[in-house]
């Protein structure tokens, strides 16, 4: 059932076939290339399917000191509608009178439905507790959408709003290295080490960039949920740490989400 | 009286304010709210502490997709090179070897890293620059830096000639932004994550002519 030590031998054979050993007879590979095959050979196992499954079932089931479940959460789509509702977060929400993202407004129905205490969640670590439970929704709901375009909505003025917020968090300039978001993805064909960097300043094309998270990280054997790769884009660029679903989170989703509008999206994705 | 007319200023300002509400904000209005937002989004963690967010004028300058004014940035790369520390004693070069530990070493100065002593630090340069041509895995946001000192004419250290590419290395190391202010490159140096003595050792892969990057 452990999906880990298969996958980890098909990293040594990606690996094996990677730029050094193909470099002498055959052009050599980019990175995309080389992940992209890793991808091919596993394209029936993805372990985000795993994840995926428990969402599902987490979603149905009565929790929480309400002892209900989440199957009248609003994804913004109407009460309990979830195919298509990724694609087009984040947006408005009336009720919470707010810009939310997925996890943002999952803590919302996990507080509202089910009872639970949200600042206490977003306060959790990483897959600890209900943080496992939230990476495992985000996997299932935006299998939901898996194939679908991204369409963010940009009619409310706060939505607008919170994309020219998004947009000056991206350009923020600041921490010891004087890093921002922009420093890495704000040019075409650029790359760290081997690794391709997507431009998220305008649509960087089907599946890459925001089109692609969620995603399960061979790695560190991790489901990511945006908000989790936000928060290791912030530790890389030597910021202080990002508030689980804080203002800048949302407003970075909206920024990269808007200008990748058309983009199909391929979550929850493979990654290295 | 003057009482009275600064009420209906204020009064009408409060009206502005209500009736600007309706309309989109400003673009002063909005970098005002994003610099709120980012004081507070975050919070503490390890050594990344709250004040790595308060921005200088050079970063503050720089957080645009445009470039700033020509006069600002004439000021920040003139206030950049006043700062730079030049070597104790001219001494620039260090050992190569030592400098491509600390090219290939991408590490410190997150959260997760235990000290902002630069001894604890990498100088990443790897991550942006391809350099010793063995080293294949290398990034592409700055230019590459393949046979440094060889392309610039310098085979002897010590002859004068050399001495202003030499100089010209250093003040870029300690602070990139000496020559461009909004350039993507750390300031080494100047913002102390690596020592003086490291950066003798990054001069030494770079410009020594024994360094592999020359050969």
């Known amino acids: ?272 | 009286m003057q009482r009275k007319h600064l009420h209906i200023v204020a009064a009408l300002a409060v009206a502005g304010l209500v009736v600007g509400c309706a309309l989109a904000p400003t673009s002063a209005a909005l970098d005002q709210q994003a610099l709120a937002m980012m004081q507070a989004s975050f919070r503490d963690q390890g050594i990344a502490k709250l004040d790595r967010i308060r921005q200088d004028m050079g970063q503050q300058a720089c957080s645009s997709p445009n470039a700033p004014p020509e006069a600002v940035a004439r000021q920040i790369e003139a206030e950049a090179l006043a700062s730079v520390k030049w070597p104790q004693g001219g001494q620039y070069l260090g050992d190569w070897r030592e400098g491509e530990k600390l090219a290939q070493n991408g590490r410190g100065m997150t959260w997760s890293d235990p000290s902002t002593n630069p001894g604890a630090n990498g100088a990443q340069c790897y991550n942006c620059h391809q350099i010793d041509k063995k080293e294949v895995s290398f990034g592409t946001i700055g230019p590459s830096l393949l046979n440094y000192g060889r392309l610039r004419g310098v085979s002897d250290i010590a002859d004068p000639a050399s001495a202003a590419i030499v100089q010209y290395t250093w003040g870029k190391l300690w602070n990139s932004k000496a020559y461009a202010a909004c350039s993507n490159m750390p300031r080494f140096g100047h913002s102390q994550l690596l020592n003086e003595q490291q950066i003798r050792d990054l001069m030494a892969l770079l410009l020594d002519p024994k360094s592999p990057v020359n050969q």
């Not at chain 1, 959790?124 to 985000?138: C, N, V």
Request: overall charge positive.
């Open chain 1, 1 to 272: 059932m452990n999906p880990i030590p298969w996958m980890a031998l098909a990293l040594v054979a990606l690996v094996a076939a990677l730029p050094g050993a193909a470099a002498a007879d055959a052009p050599p590979k980019s990175a995309a290339d080389g992940i992209a095959e890793y991808r091919r050979m596993l394209e029936d196992g993805n372990p985000a399917e795993l994840f995926e499954a428990k969402g599902e079932e987490i979603w149905k089931t009565p929790r929480g000191p309400a002892k209900a479940t989440l199957q009248r959460c609003d994804l913004g789509l109407g009460a309990g509608v979830v195919k298509g509702a990724w694609v087009q977060l984040p947006r408005w929400f009336a009720d919470t009178g707010r810009v939310q993202d997925l996890e943002s407004r999952l803590l919302s129905c996990m507080a509202t439905l089910q009872g639970f205490n949200a600042a206490e969640i977003a306060a959790t670590p990483f897959d600890k507790g209900e943080q496992a439970t939230l990476a495992a929704l985000a996997a299932w709901i935006s299998a939901e959408s898996k194939g679908q375009k991204l369409a963010l909505p940009q009619n409310h003025p706060e939505e607008k709003r919170f994309y020219e917020l998004g947009k000056r968090a991206f350009f923020f300039r600041g921490g010891p290295m004087d890093f921002s978001c922009a420093s890495c993805h704000g040019e075409d064909g650029k790359r760290i080490r081997l690794q391709d960097l997507p431009n998220l300043t305008r649509n960087p094309g089907n599946g890459i960039g925001f089109a692609a998270w969620p995603a399960y990280r061979v790695s560190s054997g991790e489901m990511w949920s945006m908000q989790r790769r936000l928060n290791d884009c912030y530790r890389q660029q030597r910021f202080p740490y990002p508030g689980f679903a804080s203002d800048v989170t949302i407003a970075l989703g909206v920024y990269m989400g808007v200008n990748a509008k058309g983009a199909e999206s391929i979550a929850p994705a493979l990654k290295r």
